[in-house]
């Protein structure tokens, strides 16, 4: 016998694992061999040892964690690893009688030994946190409004209003920054950039909304950035004396050639747009330096004539204070013209998918953007205000200037800084560096945003959230350039250059960029409440009430630019929105819409617990034993229609066959929920594995639902095929009715001429205590066949049925029979409500005494009337009491003889009486016992066949049988008699005896 470790010993298991070899074969279905590993996952088409030995004593095929079961991609020449399924650690390796789950042969296949490897893919260009994000969200806000409008703005506003402009610009799009930052961290990021972001936070609604017009203002930048670029060389060739047709078309013709060659560069490839960058950034970095030097060395006469005279305090203090000129002389109006320089933060962002590690890139390159560049603003703003005059001339007269008073009064003043846009070239040391920089500067932000923007729209088009749009996502070469998002984005940005007015095309792009930051807060505001677990940010640097004034503050500022545009802006993404959420894509990010959908439903739910039941807010909350929803379509469409948007629907479906894997996969299978998605079912689904139907039921009875979100009425469809099945079926389809009046349920049956099961249609197999097909026999085999596929659901065509379509002016008659608390009024009252059903008339039978019909007529008349339910014709029948007719009588004895019991004298004792083992046989006892109700029966077909043959539904007070008094074969026999022949649809409906229905105000 062999030792054993004692329970206080320490075991080393690692010791044991190296001991034995565990490698298991198990053979599946289709032949594919599953070869069980300890080193990690299982193979397969593999072939290995078994030692079973290894598994009886400590060891397992439990793997160590590993990179490989997380991640969504391989690595080219090594077989990525899987970890063990559940079947593999709780199955028996030597039962081969037990195959893998279908869920278990989705795993890949490892490459045959035979075959060579194929060429490893091109490894795409990736860049760093400095080339990647830095330079490139450098280059971007240090654009055109640096050099060409920071000093016209500094003139109007002063120094003062100008700092303030610049710190509230950084302030936003620091805090933006820092949400950017912790989005970007909170996992893997791919190519999409802000639209990737967003929409993985917020979800498709707002991403794809935001990143539609996110790229849009892209490419409308790429026309601002390049029509300051054509103003540059527009002025250098003025100041020689040449032109080409007129300044405006100047500016036209400049732009549209320097866009054309920047879209060449940029269909080269990101390696060649990447090095332009660089030297971009070198030639700027070349003006700065040449700048300040400018400033600082002693001012020629040339120069002083222009209003420069280097750093002198009095300068200073005359241009501290703002000197408001124009129609758009105003601190806002400054600031809608300042802020796209600052909009270039994501820049690096856009271009996530070239970056090599994105969760370091992003936040490092983006944080150190923003502070140096607002550093170099305050910087050249305030060197400019204290050198420069607003105006060229001062107290003196110099040799070609009128007197310093016209020069003011009448501002005529060629020079200045509110009136000469190159004031920087003529500040600096040496001017050609200058016009270099500004070159420098204009064309990389225009570079990065023809770059940015077909990023955007691709990762948009690829998630085919509109349509139309998905032509321009096709992506080409190692890289996945999308060459057809370019062109298009040439196109907008050539239509915005034809403006040729750069104050003009600044403020258009101001609320998209503003709109797009608001998001981006908001998207890491909104992550952050919601407390799902989800919500793993690395970088911890950020607030989310930072991010939440930083979203209000963006959308404030919109209004206080342009409210127009703000309102513009704001219809555009809420029409994006709206079509989005009309259209409900079927994509899943794990978006903190759906963690914040979460708790607010939980919220909900358990804040019910502390209301008290009331008659007033009742609801009819369906559980519907539909089996696989797809195979009893009217039955699933008739209980949505008056459930939909109004009280919870279940469907159930019960699966009987054991808990193998194979059915708790069937009953779990997501594609019953998809195909109630596509029909536009509002329903939960819910599967449940169980040795009979009875059983199921009485699991889904009792445990279906959520504290007061719980069915109260339980429907099912009529078991057409009663007589046909084993008898025990129909005593468990009887039972289920027991068991649901046992737990206060309300019941509803559903009866319609042509069945409701398509199961014969789609050959697959049904549970046998539902409809089956009607010519069927019995089938005992498990309730889930190998032939249906459950994943085959979701391309399953939508049969089409009578509850669909929209019903025509006929009658919807109510049998109200019995007082079962009003749920039989109510529900054709919700019918009456839905669109479908409001041209029908509701019409209400009740049971009563020829000698009394008016009286009775008018006490329900002011009873339903009352009720407030719009029913207006209530007819009594005094006939439902006589006696039926005697064929129909015969025709009911016809259902119930093979099930009746001869009673036979033998020795002077009754025998052949029912047993434990058949409850369903009925004797005479039980048919002399229930001989009214039976006749009743029988009655109200022929009442029915009379008046209410060419209704469109006919709703009736459901016959109740007192348990263990009434034969299952006789309750069986009173439904069938009750609702036969009948074309319309016919529902059985039987309340708990609880009123549902109420005319008082408290």
Same mark, same amino acid.
């Given at each position: 016998?062999?030792?054993?470790?004692?329970?206080?010993?320490?075991?080393?298991?690692?010791?044991?694992?190296?001991?034995?070899?565990?490698?298991?074969?198990?053979?599946?279905?289709?032949?594919?061999?599953?070869?069980?590993?300890?080193?990690?996952?299982?193979?397969?088409?593999?072939?290995?040892?078994?030692?079973?030995?290894?598994?009886?004593?400590?060891?397992?095929?439990?793997?160590?964690?590993?990179?490989?079961?997380?991640?969504?991609?391989?690595?080219?020449?090594?077989?990525?690893?899987? =970890?063990?399924?559940?079947?593999?650690?709780?199955?028996?390796?030597?039962?081969?009688?037990?195959?893998?789950?279908?869920?278990?042969?989705?795993?890949?296949?490892?490459?045959?030994?035979?075959?060579?490897?194929?060429?490893?893919?091109?490894?795409?260009?990736?860049?760093?946190?400095?080339?990647?994000?830095?330079? =490139? #969200?450098?280059?971007?806000?240090?654009?055109?409004?640096?050099?060409?409008?920071?000093?016209?703005?500094?003139?109007?506003?002063?120094?003062?209003?100008?700092?303030?402009?610049?710190?509230?610009?950084?302030?936003?799009?620091?805090?933006?920054?820092?949400?950017?930052?912790?989005?970007?961290?909170?996992?893997?990021?791919?190519?999409?950039?802000?639209?990737?972001?967003?929409? =993985?936070?917020?979800?498709?609604?707002?991403?794809?909304?935001?990143?539609?017009?996110?790229?849009?203002?892209?490419?409308?930048?790429?026309?601002?950035?390049?029509?300051?670029?054509?103003?540059?060389?527009?002025?250098?060739?003025?100041?020689?004396?040449?032109?080409?047709?007129?300044?405006?078309?100047?500016?036209?013709?400049?732009?549209?050639?320097?866009?054309? #060659?920047?879209?060449?560069?940029?269909?080269?490839?990101?390696?060649?747009?990447?090095?332009?960058?660089?030297?971009?950034?070198?030639?700027?970095?070349?003006?700065?330096?040449?700048?300040?030097?400018?400033?600082?060395?002693?001012?020629?006469?040339?120069?002083?004539?222009?209003?420069?005279?280097?750093?002198?305090?009095?300068?200073?203090?005359?241009?501290?204070?703002?000197?408001?000129?124009?129609?758009?002389?105003?601190?806002?109006?400054?600031?809608?013209?300042?802020?796209?320089?600052?909009?270039?933060?994501?820049?690096?962002?856009?271009?996530?998918?070239?970056?090599?590690?994105?969760?370091?890139?992003?936040?490092?390159?983006?944080?150190?953007?923003?502070?140096?560049?607002?550093?170099?603003?305050?910087?050249?703003?305030?060197?400019?205000?204290?050198?420069?005059?607003?105006?060229?001339?001062?107290?003196?007269?110099?040799?070609?200037?009128?007197?310093?008073?016209?020069?003011?009064?009448?501002?005529?003043?060629?020079?200045?800084?509110?009136?000469?846009?190159?004031?920087?070239?003529?500040?600096?040391?040496?001017?050609?560096?200058?016009?270099?920089?500004?070159?420098?500067?204009?064309?990389?932000?225009?570079?990065?945003?023809?770059?940015?923007?077909?990023?955007?729209?691709?990762?948009?088009?690829?998630?085919?959230?509109?349509?139309?749009?998905?032509?321009?996502?096709?992506?080409?070469?190692?890289?996945?350039?999308?060459?057809?998002?370019?062109?298009?984005?040439?196109?907008?940005?050539?239509?915005?250059?034809?403006?040729?007015?750069?104050?003009?095309?600044?403020?258009?792009?101001?609320?998209?960029?503003?709109?797009?930051?608001?998001?981006?807060?908001?998207?890491?505001?909104?992550?952050?409440?919601?407390?799902?677990?989800?919500?793993?940010?690395?970088?911890?640097?950020?607030?989310?009430?930072?991010?939440?004034?930083?979203?209000?503050?963006?959308?404030?500022?919109?209004?206080?630019?342009?409210?127009?545009?703000?309102?513009?802006?704001?219809?555009?993404?809420?029409?994006?929105?709206?079509?989005?959420?009309?259209?409900?894509?079927?994509?899943?990010?794990?978006?903190?819409?759906?963690?914040?959908?979460?708790?607010?439903?939980?919220?909900?739910?358990?804040?019910?617990?502390?209301?008290?039941?009331?008659?007033?807010?009742?609801?009819?909350?369906?559980?519907?034993?539909?089996?696989?929803?797809?195979?009893?379509?009217?039955?699933?469409?008739?209980?949505?229609?008056?459930?939909?948007?109004?009280?919870?629907?279940?469907?159930?479906?019960?699966?009987?066959?054991?808990?193998?894997?194979?059915?708790?996969?069937?009953?779990?299978?997501?594609?019953?929920?998809?195909?109630?998605?596509?029909?536009?079912?509002?329903?939960?689904?819910?599967?449940?594995?169980?040795?009979?139907?009875?059983?199921?039921?009485?699991?889904?009875?009792?445990?279906?639902?959520?504290?007061?979100?719980?069915?109260?009425?339980?429907?099912?469809?009529?078991?057409?095929?009663?007589?046909?099945?084993?008898?025990?079926?129909?005593?468990?389809?009887?039972?289920?009715?027991?068991?649901?009046?046992?737990?206060?349920?309300?019941?509803?049956?559903?009866?319609?001429?042509?069945?409701?099961?398509?199961?014969?249609?789609?050959?697959?197999?049904?549970?046998?205590?539902?409809?089956?097909?009607?010519?069927?026999?019995?089938?005992?085999?498990?309730?889930?066949?190998?032939?249906?596929?459950?994943?085959?659901?979701?391309?399953?065509?939508?049969?089409?049925?009578?509850?669909?379509?929209?019903?025509?002016?006929?009658?919807?008659?109510?049998?109200?029979?019995?007082?079962?608390?009003?749920?039989?009024?109510?529900?054709?009252?919700?019918?009456?409500?839905?669109?479908?059903?409001?041209? #029908?008339?509701?019409?209400?039978?009740?049971?009563?005494?020829?000698?009394?019909?008016?009286?009775?007529?008018?006490?329900?008349?002011?009873?339903?009337?009352?009720?407030?339910?719009?029913?207006?014709?209530?007819?009594?029948?005094?006939?439902?009491?006589?006696?039926?007719?005697?064929?129909?009588?015969?025709?009911?004895?016809?259902?119930?003889?093979?099930?009746?019991?001869?009673?036979?004298?033998?020795?002077?004792?009754?025998?052949?009486?029912?047993?434990?083992?058949?409850?369903?046989?009925?004797?005479?006892?039980?048919?002399?016992?229930?001989?009214?109700?039976?006749?009743?029966?029988?009655?109200?077909?022929?009442?029915?066949?009379?008046?209410?043959?060419?209704?469109?539904?006919?709703?009736?007070?459901?016959?109740?049988?007192?348990?263990?008094?009434?034969?299952?074969?006789?309750?069986?026999?009173?439904?069938?008699?009750?609702?036969?022949?009948?074309?319309?649809?016919?529902?059985?409906? =039987?309340?708990?005896?609880?009123?549902?229905?109420?005319?008082? #105000?408290?």
């Amino acid at each position: 016998m062999e030792d054993r470790p004692q329970t206080n010993e320490v075991i080393n298991l690692t010791a044991f694992r190296g001991q034995y070899s565990v490698s298991t074969t198990l053979s599946g279905r289709d032949g594919h061999k599953y070869t069980l590993e300890e080193n990690g996952g299982y193979d397969v088409n593999g072939v290995a040892s078994h030692n079973p030995a290894a598994l009886s004593r400590y060891d397992t095929i439990d793997s160590p964690p590993s990179y490989d079961f997380y991640a969504n991609t391989e690595v080219f020449g090594r077989t990525r690893k899987l =970890r063990p399924s559940l079947f593999q650690l709780h199955s028996n390796p030597e039962d081969d009688s037990c195959p893998p789950p279908l869920y278990e042969e989705t795993s890949n296949n490892k490459e045959s030994p035979d075959e060579e490897p194929a060429d490893p893919p091109l490894e795409p260009t990736r860049f760093g946190w400095v080339q990647g994000v830095m330079i =490139r #969200c450098m280059l971007n806000i240090w654009g055109v409004i640096l050099y060409l409008r920071l000093p016209w703005i500094t003139a109007q506003a002063g120094i003062g209003f100008t700092w303030i402009i610049i710190l509230l610009s950084s302030c936003i799009t620091g805090i933006t920054g820092l949400s950017t930052s912790a989005i970007a961290t909170n996992g893997k990021v791919k190519g999409g950039g802000t639209y990737f972001l967003i929409s =993985r936070s917020l979800g498709p609604e707002l991403g794809g909304s935001i990143g539609l017009i996110f790229a849009f203002a892209n490419a409308v930048a790429v026309a601002m950035h390049t029509v300051g670029f054509a103003e540059t060389v527009q002025a250098l060739m003025q100041e020689n004396g040449s032109t080409m047709v007129n300044p405006i078309n100047d500016i036209r013709i400049i732009g549209v050639i320097t866009i054309t #060659c920047l879209l060449a560069i940029s269909l080269a490839g990101m390696e060649w747009e990447s090095k332009a960058q660089v030297l971009f950034f070198f030639v700027i970095m070349v003006s700065f330096a040449n700048y300040i030097v400018g400033t600082i060395i002693p001012a020629p006469e040339e120069k002083q004539a222009k209003g420069f005279f280097s750093y002198k305090a009095d300068i200073f203090a005359a241009n501290f204070v703002p000197d408001w000129r124009g129609p758009g002389g105003s601190f806002f109006g400054m600031f809608s013209i300042f802020f796209p320089s600052a909009t270039g933060i994501l820049a690096g962002a856009n271009i996530s998918g070239d970056l090599k590690d994105p969760n370091i890139a992003i936040p490092r390159g983006t944080m150190l953007a923003i502070f140096w560049t607002t550093v170099s603003y305050l910087i050249i703003s305030a060197t400019i205000v204290t050198s420069a005059y607003v105006f060229q001339c001062v107290k003196v007269q110099w040799k070609n200037c009128v007197t310093w008073f016209e020069c003011i009064q009448n501002r005529t003043c060629i020079y200045g800084l509110s009136n000469y846009y190159q004031t920087m070239s003529m500040v600096s040391g040496f001017a050609p560096l200058i016009a270099a920089g500004i070159f420098g500067a204009t064309l990389s932000s225009a570079l990065a945003c023809l770059v940015s923007a077909p990023k955007v729209f691709q990762c948009l088009c690829k998630d085919r959230l509109y349509p139309g749009i998905g032509f321009f996502g096709k992506g080409y070469g190692k890289n996945d350039e999308p060459y057809r998002a370019y062109l298009l984005t040439y196109i907008i940005a050539v239509c915005f250059i034809l403006i040729a007015e750069l104050n003009t095309i600044a403020p258009i792009i101001s609320n998209f960029f503003l709109c797009s930051y608001a998001l981006i807060n908001f998207s890491c505001f909104h992550a952050s409440i919601t407390n799902s677990p989800g919500w793993r940010p690395s970088f911890r640097y950020y607030s989310k009430w930072a991010s939440l004034v930083g979203a209000v503050v963006s959308v404030v500022i919109m209004f206080l630019l342009t409210w127009w545009a703000a309102l513009i802006a704001i219809g555009i993404v809420l029409f994006l929105l709206g079509y989005v959420l009309y259209k409900k894509p079927s994509v899943n990010w794990g978006s903190s819409v759906q963690a914040s959908s979460y708790n607010m439903a939980l919220n909900h739910c358990v804040s019910l617990n502390q209301v008290d039941d009331h008659i007033k807010n009742y609801r009819p909350q369906c559980l519907v034993l539909t089996g696989p929803p797809s195979l009893r379509p009217a039955l699933v469409d008739f209980v949505g229609t008056f459930t939909k948007n109004h009280s919870l629907m279940m469907c159930g479906n019960i699966i009987t066959g054991g808990t193998s894997p194979d059915t708790v996969d069937a009953a779990n299978s997501s594609s019953h929920v998809t195909w109630l998605n596509k029909r536009h079912i509002k329903s939960f689904y819910h599967g449940v594995v169980a040795s009979d139907l009875r059983t199921g039921a009485q699991m889904l009875l009792q445990g279906a639902g959520l504290g007061r979100i719980r069915p109260n009425i339980l429907v099912m469809g009529f078991k057409k095929n009663w007589r046909k099945c084993a008898p025990t079926s129909m005593e468990n389809y009887i039972g289920i009715l027991h068991d649901a009046f046992d737990l206060h349920y309300g019941i509803c049956v559903l009866r319609m001429k042509e069945g409701l099961d398509l199961s014969h249609h789609m050959q697959a197999h049904v549970n046998p205590g539902f409809e089956a097909a009607a010519e069927s026999v019995l089938d005992t085999r498990p309730a889930v066949n190998s032939t249906l596929d459950l994943h085959s659901l979701e391309t399953t065509p939508q049969a089409s049925t009578v509850f669909q379509s929209k019903q025509e002016k006929k009658t919807i008659d109510v049998y109200w029979l019995f007082d079962d608390g009003g749920l039989t009024l109510l529900l054709p009252y919700l019918l009456k409500r839905k669109k479908r059903w409001a041209r #029908c008339k509701v019409r209400v039978f009740v049971g009563g005494e020829i000698q009394n019909i008016e009286e009775q007529k008018q006490e329900l008349t002011t009873l339903i009337g009352k009720f407030r339910l719009g029913f207006h014709e209530i007819q009594v029948l005094p006939d439902v009491n006589e006696k039926p007719q005697p064929e129909h009588v015969k025709k009911f004895e016809d259902l119930i003889g093979p099930y009746r019991i001869q009673a036979i004298q033998k020795n002077g004792e009754r025998a052949g009486l029912p047993s434990r083992d058949s409850p369903w046989m009925v004797s005479d006892e039980d048919i002399e016992k229930n001989m009214a109700k039976s006749f009743r029966q029988i009655r109200l077909n022929e009442v029915l066949q009379d008046y209410s043959r060419d209704a469109a539904l006919i709703i009736v007070t459901m016959p109740v049988g007192r348990r263990g008094v009434c034969p299952s074969a006789l309750y069986m026999a009173w439904l069938e008699t009750l609702s036969r022949d009948l074309r319309p649809p016919v529902l059985l409906v =039987r309340g708990n005896q609880e009123s549902v229905l109420t005319f008082y #105000c408290q």
